[in-house]
């Protein structure tokens, strides 16, 4: 396993995906690399919430409709 932050992270993506593009790899190959990736260092949305109101309850993701 290879840890990286969340920036290594998509920097890796970029990375991949032009290799992707090029030919230079294949889908698998990418999903191979990322596979032996963990990420150690999430970073949190830097964004602005915007609109919400103060007894706003986030939805339960597991909830099905």
Do not use: F, Q
């Not at 602005?48 to 993701?61: K, M, Q, S, T």
């Amino acid at each position: 396993m290879r840890k990286v932050t969340m920036n290594e992270y998509i920097e890796l993506i970029d990375e991949l995906c032009a290799k992707c593009n090029s030919g230079e790899l294949t889908e698998e190959g990418v999903n191979d690399i990322l596979a032996e990736i963990t990420i150690s260092e999430w970073k949190s949305d830097p964004r602005i919430p915007h609109d919400v109101p103060d007894d706003y309850i986030l939805p339960d993701n597991n909830t099905i409709y």
